[in-house]
């Protein structure tokens, strides 16, 4: 089963083609998109589209770019839709230090509340960490949780192994196909084969083939084909949630 565990089809990018989009995923292959929620507006859409399409799941979360909508209010709006049958994560979370957008101890005061909310409903969370390797793998730690994905990763082998020893799963995106990004290969290359998943962040960071462009699902299968090639096997997809 092809899954593409990370997509923002929501999103003003799609407004004109969404329905023409979904179809064309699902003519290359691939049978579920994971709709993900970056803040409280997002978080709705997401929930809303998973209704408009079986193929589409959701997620519901506040990116650290948005972390100063966390608080109580929202944790409880989260848990009443974390019991809806088409929820599968909280997420997009996490700690965002190179745009800053929020100061530091309001992103973790955010991070480490949602991941004390997925505990609590019992979902698994997906991770955004971006100049923040250690500060999020600190709090990720404390927090007990097991089912973890990275998403997006993009930090060494050396940080990667740390979080595979954890059970945490990895995801590869569009950045697996750009010229000279060997460390991000490196760890493509050894990590576990059940330890990592396929995402595209769609309309985000395309493969190669479409830099430039928007992103979409269908071309989570080129995403595919590149790891495949990287680890010289076949892929069994793995989907976490």
């Given at each position: 089963?092809?899954i593409?565990t990370?997509v923002h089809?929501?999103?003003k990018h799609?407004?004109k083609?969404?329905?023409?989009?979904?179809?064309?995923?699902?003519?290359?292959?691939?049978?579920r998109?994971?709709n993900i929620?970056c803040?409280?507006r997002?978080?709705?859409?997401?929930v809303?589209?998973?209704?408009?399409?079986?193929?589409?799941?959701?997620?519901?979360g506040?990116?650290p770019?948005?972390?100063?909508?966390w608080?109580?209010d929202v944790?409880?709006k989260?848990?009443v839709?974390a019991?809806?049958?088409?929820?599968?994560?909280?997420?997009e979370?996490?700690?965002?230090?190179?745009?800053m957008?929020?100061?530091?101890?309001v992103?973790?005061?955010?991070f480490?509340?949602?991941l004390?909310l997925?505990?609590?409903?019992s979902?698994?969370?997906?991770v955004h960490?971006?100049?923040?390797?250690?500060d999020a793998?600190?709090?990720?730690?404390?927090?007990?949780l097991?089912r973890?994905?990275?998403?997006?990763f993009?930090e060494?082998?050396?940080?990667?192994?740390?979080?595979w020893a954890?059970?945490?799963?990895t995801?590869?995106?569009?950045?697996?196909?750009?010229?000279n990004?060997?460390?991000l290969?490196?760890v493509?290359?050894?990590?576990?084969?059940?330890?990592?998943?396929?995402?595209?962040?769609?309309?985000?960071?395309p493969?190669?083939?479409h830099?430039?462009?928007r992103n979409?699902?269908?071309?989570?299968?080129?995403?595919l084909e590149e790891?495949e090639?990287i680890?010289?096997e076949?892929?069994?997809?793995?989907?976490?949630?």
């Amino acid at each position: 089963m092809l899954i593409d565990t990370h997509v923002h089809l929501d999103f003003k990018h799609f407004d004109k083609d969404r329905g023409e989009v979904i179809q064309r995923a699902l003519d290359a292959g691939v049978e579920r998109m994971v709709n993900i929620g970056c803040d409280v507006r997002t978080s709705d859409a997401s929930v809303v589209l998973a209704h408009e399409y079986d193929c589409i799941f959701a997620t519901v979360g506040i990116h650290p770019h948005d972390s100063d909508q966390w608080g109580d209010d929202v944790a409880n709006k989260f848990i009443v839709q974390a019991k809806d049958e088409k929820m599968v994560a909280i997420g997009e979370i996490g700690l965002d230090y190179y745009h800053m957008r929020k100061p530091e101890e309001v992103q973790k005061k955010a991070f480490a509340g949602q991941l004390a909310l997925a505990r609590e409903v019992s979902l698994p969370v997906v991770v955004h960490i971006r100049d923040a390797a250690r500060d999020a793998y600190d709090i990720l730690v404390e927090s007990g949780l097991e089912r973890v994905i990275l998403h997006c990763f993009n930090e060494d082998l050396e940080f990667a192994e740390k979080c595979w020893a954890k059970g945490w799963i990895t995801g590869f995106g569009g950045p697996v196909t750009y010229p000279n990004n060997e460390r991000l290969r490196e760890v493509v290359e050894m990590a576990p084969s059940k330890q990592f998943v396929l995402e595209t962040d769609c309309p985000f960071l395309p493969p190669q083939a479409h830099r430039g462009q928007r992103n979409e699902p269908a071309y989570v299968k080129e995403v595919l084909e590149e790891v495949e090639k990287i680890r010289g096997e076949r892929m069994e997809v793995v989907y976490p949630f």
